[in-house]
């Protein structure tokens, strides 16, 4: 179960939290979530199971707030979504279908119903970004048309290629940082035998901000990666770091995947409790509804999607 909370800065130790209108409306149970803003709106996006005898009912929904009232989507069924985003105006999400080996596309919304963007892909699409008048798809997968791995993209009429990941890597968080495309995750393979788990596409060609960042154990991958305060951060195997200088800095304990800046503070969850990253230190948001699957951030103040339900 899940609602939606406003979350309004006023310390660490002091937060409001607001229901936002009358929450979402989910039927059933969410296990996955996914936030973004987009010019005011915020866009939640989670994924439902409901047992219905011995039968579960698996759907996806994407809602809108527009400040005033909640709008909902048409569902995703049987599908999963991993991630949301706007694109020439219109909405897109990533998500896999439970049902077909999990295999995933991206999905436009036409106006009445939702419309696979690819043909051809085989594995899993976890992240969207838009970038340069295209619509970047990152996560594990082969693309058979183009023979693209891990990362298409997509202009509004047809697929476009970027310059090739290899085989192995598979992307786990995708951000445009200062107008470049940077992508996370294992790259390499389950051995973890690439010489970083960050990348970033700058001038048509991939680079490494910081060699030999990498997790210490193979079956782990970096997480997320930001910026803050006008610096790069990223977190993998339990640790936020700083990348600087093609090294990674070691600045505190962290094991987020999803966080958004607000009120000059970073604020980040693992799916449980809420933290702040004040730029050198990781603490505890107090009294924060339990169960935090995603962030985003508005002029209106911080918004989160909590289990809580009173939230």
């Known amino acids: 179960m899940l609602a939606v909370g406003c979350l309004i800065s006023l310390g660490v130790s002091a937060q409001v939290f607001q229901k936002v209108g009358t929450g979402l409306s989910p039927a059933g149970t969410i296990y996955s979530q996914v936030m973004i803003e987009d010019n005011g709106n915020i866009y939640a996006g989670y994924s439902t199971y409901l047992r219905q005898g011995q039968t579960y009912i698996n759907n996806s929904f ?20 991993t991630d949301i985003a706007i694109f020439q105006n219109d909405v897109y999400v990533s ?22 963007v690819f043909t051809g892909i085989t594995g899993s699409v976890s ?24 990362l298409i993209g997509y202009d509004g009429t047809s697929t476009t290629t970027y310059p090739p990941l290899h085989v192995n ?42 060699i030999a960042h990498k997790p210490s154990v193979g079956w782990s991958y970096c997480y997320m990666v930001f910026q803050y305060n006008n610096k790069i951060y ?31 503070n970073m604020y980040l969850s693992h799916g449980a409790d809420l933290f702040l990253f004040n730029g050198t ?19 209106a103040g911080l918004f989160g999607m909590f289990r809580d339900t009173s939230k």
């Open 62 to 81: 994407v809602e809108r707030w527009d400040g005033l009232a909640w709008h909902k989507y048409p569902a995703l069924v049987d599908k999963q979504i």
């Open 234 to 264: 990223s977190v993998d195997n339990g640790k936020l770091y700083e990348v600087r200088n093609d090294t990674a800095h070691y600045v505190a304990n962290s094991h987020a995947y999803t966080g958004a800046e607000s009120g000059g």
């Open 95 to 116: 998500a896999f279908d439970i049902n077909n080996g999990y295999n995933g596309n991206v999905f436009k919304f036409d106006g009445t119903a939702w419309n696979p």
């Open 169 to 210: 890597d598979s992307i786990s968080d995708m951000r445009v940082i200062n107008g470049e495309l940077w992508v996370t995750g294992r790259f390499g393979g389950s051995i973890n035998n690439d010489t970083s788990s960050i990348k970033r596409l700058s001038g048509g060609l991939w680079k490494y901000p910081a």
């Open 127 to 150: 992240k969207l970004a838009v970038l340069n008048g295209n619509l970047a798809a990152a996560g594990g997968f082969t693309h058979t048309g183009t023979g693209q791995h891990n």
């Open 281 to 299: 230190t990781v603490s505890t948001v107090v009294g924060a509804p339990y169960g935090v699957g995603a962030l985003t951030s508005s002029t």
